[in-house]
């Protein structure tokens, strides 16, 4: 088999103002050759070569303007940067602006094979897989940089700025609360993933079949063609130390290297073993009972987009801002928008084991290379039973459990919480010891902060591990029901109804592609205390379903007796559709300003009142989804004690109808025509998106945005002869 596709898009600009939009690319190719083998009646094997060929990309409508737009010291940058586009600045409350620049190309290569073998009441089934995986990639997402303006800088105190700043006047003044740039390198890695499987489905009688079976996996870490990689090595001693006298642990080390000389980001596994057992028992003819357990291993690397090899620094480079020369909580400017980076930009710099000290006193984020890997049980418990009349009625649990899971990345600088009791204390500029030794950024200078040399790795800014930290923690319980009604060849009728639960303390590691705000980490130091329920919790969901052929016309129950001209009109009708009734899923609060000084942790407010539901339809409460005077701005240097998510409040659910009506007209006996009308939405129902969650916002609580399609009909005609 062959296939081939190719696609493009182009943005959408009607103010011609050649700025915010994306133009797309994709394509692939596709080979597979194949062979299925009977090497006996009782034996039968099938193999597949297969190679994937893919290429996709993005490129803004602001690539290639001149950066001397922003200033001469922008100018001065131009040379620097790797991608020509412009900066982003984003306002709290008001907007934000995008302009990602992405290139990839895939080659995969797929050899796999299995062998089916009868023996006697054993059906046994064998076989495994290797993968090879090419993938030449380069993105920039800030490689012009990326600011932030909020209301700290235009507050009257920086430590309760609820209420009396501006993030649009800071905007205008030039202070951005945080900015960051990331030059960025090409990268052309490659992959290895084999495994081996078995499977034996023993069938005990006729009323029993026990199906065990086992699947060893072999995943290798990413290497890259020029070995620019990097590994977090957290207990590693830091050569700065003696220079300075201080006892500083924490390096990143590139692979292949005197540090760290494998070539992959992670350590190899060879111990992931995965079985699974399936029971089906029917003790009665109309009675069926199926249980099943299985474990699926999670290498972290294959599901956490922050471990790919462009975002190693040496190949994507990060370059932090210095908003405040004390620190998050200073009304005191360090540098501007229009001068963010006057020491320059830190270059990404290859496979150079003895440049790595330009990382020192900056953010730096590897993996840590012998992170545990993740994995997922999955259990349930299933009972069928047939009724009278055509109908089937079933009900069964379901549950999983994710252990080691991965956060997107795991924050290992941050303050330890018993150092927050100094309070303002923690921003005293205090004299810098590594002043003379890191020559850029926020240590750079003749003094720093107390609470910077108070922080585990106090030589660098955040110190995160990509790896996930193998410290998440799901739980998934559901109660499952459906009922089945069939009504012979004029079609069936179904309900399925799940109540479940689901709880974490990590979600979704792309967050950036979900429609619906996702909780974050506020305290690093406590993950015990980030445990909620997960941001796409559902409690209800139920599902309806139907095709039905109407009851008219020759042969049915109503104008059965209809002649042939009468039939045609009435005859041959038909229904089907589908209606989703879902519960919201669940709000993260969080505050605008984080004025924790926690340097590394998250802020979420207080809840000062147990009354935050408004009980009122959704259309009365877009300007106020829920009652924001239950949260309050914490003092300063403390956290806030709402958790991850709110277990109270939730946004938009749905409730959605899809409909068809479908007419079937026999012109003769061998010809015939079908006529169908398909109604998307067909109430006109709005799903309304997330209201603004971040507290000391002008968006708090309010509802902006809407989810999914309006009403949308089609009309299909088929001739069938």
């Known amino acids: 088999r062959y296939t081939w596709w190719d696609g493009t898009s182009l943005p959408s600009d009607p103010f011609k103002t050649h700025f915010g939009g994306l133009a797309s690319y994709t394509g692939s190719q596709n080979v597979v050759v194949g062979d299925t083998l009977t090497f006996s009646p009782k034996t039968v094997g099938d193999f597949r070569l297969a190679y994937v060929r893919a290429r996709n990309g993005f490129i803004p409508e602001q690539y290639g303007d001149p950066l001397s737009l922003f200033g001469p010291n922008w100018a001065a940058l131009a040379s620097q940067v790797t991608i020509p586009v412009t900066p982003l600045a984003s306002i709290a409350g008001i907007y934000g602006l995008g302009g990602v620049y992405n290139r990839a190309i895939v080659n995969d290569y797929f050899l796999s094979g299995s062998i089916i073998r009868v023996l006697g009441r054993h059906t046994l089934k064998f076989g495994g897989e290797v993968r090879r995986n090419e993938w030449n990639f380069a993105q920039g997402t800030t490689s012009a940089g990326s600011f932030s303006f909020d209301p700290t800088f235009t507050s009257a105190n920086p430590l309760a700025p609820a209420g009396t700043g501006f993030s649009v006047a800071s905007f205008f003044l030039g202070y951005p609360s945080s900015g960051t740039l990331a ?10 993933y084999g495994a081996l499987y ?19 996996d072999w995943p290798q870490g990413f290497t890259e063609k020029n070995d620019r990689l990097t590994v977090l090595l957290p207990h590693a001693t830091d050569p700065l130390g003696t220079a300075v006298g201080l006892p500083l642990k924490g390096q990143i080390a590139l692979v292949n290297s005197p540090a760290y000389p494998d070539r992959t980001q992670i350590m190899a596994h060879h111990e992931l073993f995965a079985p699974r057992l399936n029971v089906a028992f029917s003790p009665y003819d109309n009675t069926s009972i199926r249980a099943g357990y299985g474990l699926s291993w999670i290498p972290p690397d294959m599901v956490n987009y922050s471990m790919s090899p462009f975002q190693s620094p040496v190949n994507a480079a990060q370059t932090t801002m210095v908003p405040s020369i004390g620190g998050t909580s200073s009304l005191i400017p360090a540098a501007t928008f229009q001068n963010p980076f006057p020491g320059g930009l830190v270059p990404t710099i290859g496979h150079k084991p003895s440049a790595l000290g330009i990382f020192e006193g900056q953010s730096i984020a590897s993996p840590i290379p012998n992170e545990r890997y993740g994995y997922a049980q999955q259990w349930n418990l299933e009972v069928e039973q047939q009724l009278p009349k055509n109908w089937a009625f079933d009900v069964g649990y379901a549950g999983s459990k994710g252990t080691h899971l991965s956060f997107s990345t795991v924050q290992l600088n941050q303050l330890p ?33 107390r609470g910077q040399l108070l922080r585990p790795y106090p030589q660098f800014q955040s110190f995160q591990d990509t790896a996930g930290g193998a410290v998440g923690d799901s739980h998934w319980d559901s109660l499952q029901t459906r009922l089945l009604k069939r009504f012979g060849s004029a079609g069936v009728l179904q309900g399925a109804y799940i109540w479940s639960r689901l709880i974490s303390n990590t979600d979704t590691l792309t967050s950036w592609l979900e429609t619906h705000g996702t909780g974050g980490v506020q305290d690093w130091n406590n993950l015990r205390g980030e445990k909620s329920l997960a941001s796409f919790d559902v409690p209800n969901r139920f599902v309806a379903s139907y095709v039905l052929e109407l009851p008219f016309g020759a042969g049915h129950s109503f104008l059965a007796n209809a002649g042939p001209v009468v039939n045609r009109i009435v005859g041959g009708w038909m229904v089907n559709g589908i209606t989703t009734l879902q519960s919201g899923f669940p709000l993260a609060i969080t505050t605008a300003s984080n004025i924790t000084g926690s340097q590394g942790g998250g802020s979420r407010p207080n809840v000062v009142s147990m009354n935050k539901k408004i009980t009122a339809p959704a259309q009365n409460r877009l300007n106020k989804w829920f009652n924001t005077a239950a949260f309050a701005q914490p003092a300063a240097f403390t956290f806030g004690n709402e958790s991850r998510t709110d277990n109270q409040l939730r946004d938009h659910g749905i409730a959605n109808w899809d409909f068809a009506l479908a007419k079937d007209v026999a012109v003769s006996e061998a010809l015939s025509f079908e006529f169908k009308t398909e109604v998307f939405n067909l109430f006109n129902r709005q799903q309304f998106g997330d209201p603004g969650t971040a507290m000391g916002t002008p968006t708090f609580g309010v509802v902006s945005s809407t989810i999914g399609n309006p009403r949308l009909i089609q009309f299909s005609g088929r001739l069938s002869f």
């Open 183 to 192: 030059g960025v390198a090409p990268t052309d890695s490659l992959e290895y």
């Open 198 to 216: 078995f499977q034996d489905t023993y069938n005990v009688n006729r009323r029993l079949t026990i199906t065990p079976g086992i699947r060893w």
């Open 417 to 449: 919480d018993s150092q927050l009791a100094q309070g303002a204390n923690l921003n005293t500029q205090v004299p810098n010891p590594f002043h003379g030794y890191i020559q850029a950024g926020l240590l750079s200078g003749s003094t720093v902060s």
